[in-house]
């Protein structure tokens, strides 16, 4: 049980945040033109092209006891490394691509028409965003969440390296899968398995449904 709320808690805390980068990158690269655009491409892409434990390994060496801001971290008493915040920052890590890979390409082909007529009309952004860019992304988007959902809720790698596997504690449920198995717990290993399965299955069913709502 301890596993499970870890892993909701990890997953209530970035999908969100994710949501909102995403969302805010994904408006930033399509509707405008700004030094730095290349940059913020690429840092979208970059955790698809490091390993996720390469991910994990920088925060200790930044986080850590020994790291860059392991010894005023320790004089504060403030724990990242082998505790909640540092899962969910390599949680942060490996999930933020998902929602603005989601949306810069389906924002590219709709254009900016719109978005120009609303401000012909004399609308403003927060405007434009929720009453046009909004409805029209509104199913690449919540396809984005969902996989990011999963993402966040079954990583392994990066979190593994920063979670010092503390039962009862820093276990997310693939972390409590790994360690029920090698200590030879197969029932129950393939049981809290079984959960992420069902997670497996359920992104599945609501990928399908949101690609078909999004072709239409």
């Known amino acids: 049980m301890s596993a499970l709320k870890l892993t909701l808690l990890v997953a209530?805390?970035?999908?969100?945040?994710?949501?909102?980068?995403?969302?805010?990158?994904?408006?930033?690269?399509?509707?405008?033109?700004?030094?730095?655009?290349?940059?913020?491409?690429?840092l979208i892409d970059l955790p698809f092209a490091v390993s996720p434990v390469i991910g994990g390994l920088i925060y200790v060496l930044v986080f850590g006891a020994n790291g860059w801001f392991g010894s005023w971290l320790g004089d504060h008493d403030i724990k990242i490394i082998y505790a909640v915040p540092g899962i969910v920052l390599a949680t942060l890590f490996v999930t933020f691509p998902f929602v603005a890979r989601e949306l810069i390409p389906l924002m590219e082909e709709q254009g900016q028409q719109e978005e120009e007529a609303a401000v012909t009309l004399g609308a403003r952004g927060w405007y434009i965003f929720t009453r046009v860019t909004l409805p029209n992304i509104r199913w690449g988007l919540l396809y984005g969440i969902i996989l990011c959902n999963a993402r966040a809720m079954g990583e392994f790698g990066a979190v593994s390296v920063v979670s010092g596997h503390i039962r009862g504690e820093t276990n997310t449920l693939p972390l409590h899968v790994e360690i029920l198995y090698n200590e030879y717990q197969f029932s129950a290993s393939f049981a809290?398995?079984?959960?992420?399965?069902?997670l497996a299955l359920v992104t599945l069913i609501l990928k399908s449904w949101f690609t078909r709502k999004n072709a239409h």
């Not at 809290?192 to 069902?198: D, K, M, N």
């Open 192 to 198: 809290v398995a079984s959960l992420l399965l069902l």
């Open 12 to 42: 209530v805390i970035t999908v969100p945040l994710n949501t909102i980068f995403g969302v805010a990158a994904a408006w930033a690269v399509t509707k405008f033109n700004f030094r730095g655009k290349g940059i913020l491409i690429t």
